[in-house]
């Protein structure tokens, strides 16, 4: 639809679609695990460690799995093994994320990583900018979720 010579923009075109299925008691779950954890005492275990990648700084645990993303032609804006409620990447971990560019080969990915990681990622879609949030579903499963976005990158790649 156009209206006075500009496009028309939805409001499901500005928001966050979530892509992924999961259960109404999944949902009750992370709800829980989120206030509580918002609650908790945040004590650092250890210190995050990052490497340069590409043109940013990414946390050493998603690296690998960053690499062959990249090198499969799959293009990650942001990544974090963990943020805090204020969106700090170095402090308190919450949960892992990944972002990366709609393209058809990511989509093909994403498609394997929904049939492979089933409960355990949570995939958003951003239509305004064209892009995907993969995510642990779970709550400070980060290591997991690097651990298994790695392997499924490596399975991916080998497949493919």
């Given at each position: 639809?156009?209206?006075?010579?500009?496009?028309?923009?939805?409001?499901?075109?500005?928001?966050?679609?979530?892509?992924?299925?999961?259960?109404?008691?999944?949902?009750?779950?992370?709800?829980?695990?989120?206030?509580?954890?918002?609650?908790?005492?945040?004590?650092?275990?250890?210190?995050?460690?990052?490497?340069?990648?590409?043109?940013?700084?990414?946390?050493?645990?998603?690296?690998?799995?960053?690499?062959?993303?990249?090198?499969?032609?799959?293009?990650?804006?942001?990544?974090?093994?963990?943020?805090?409620?204020?969106?700090?990447?170095?402090?308190?971990?919450?949960?892992?994320?990944?972002?990366?560019?709609?393209?058809?080969?990511?989509?093909?990915?994403i498609d394997y990583l929904q049939q492979?990681?089933?409960h355990r990622l949570l995939v958003t879609?951003?239509?305004?900018?064209?892009?995907?949030?993969?995510?642990?579903?779970?709550?400070?499963?980060?290591?997991?979720?690097?651990?298994?976005?790695?392997?499924?990158?490596?399975?991916?790649?080998?497949?493919?």
């Open positions: 639809m156009r209206y006075e010579g500009k496009a028309e923009v939805s409001l499901e075109d500005c928001m966050e679609q979530i892509l992924s299925s999961h259960s109404k008691a999944r949902w009750i779950r992370r709800r829980r695990e989120i206030a509580e954890w918002e609650q908790r005492e945040k004590l650092v275990k250890k210190p995050k460690k990052t490497i340069p990648f590409l043109y940013d700084e990414v946390d050493e645990e998603l690296f690998p799995a960053l690499l062959l993303l990249n090198d499969r032609g799959i293009v990650t804006q942001y990544s974090c093994a963990g943020v805090s409620m204020l969106d700090d990447p170095v402090d308190h971990s919450l949960y892992a994320y990944v972002t990366v560019l709609d393209t058809p080969e990511s989509r093909a990915f492979n990681m089933r879609y951003e239509p305004e900018r064209k892009r995907y949030d993969l995510s642990s579903f779970y709550i400070r499963h980060n290591r997991s979720f690097c651990f298994l976005l790695y392997r499924y990158a490596m399975c991916w790649k080998t497949s493919h």
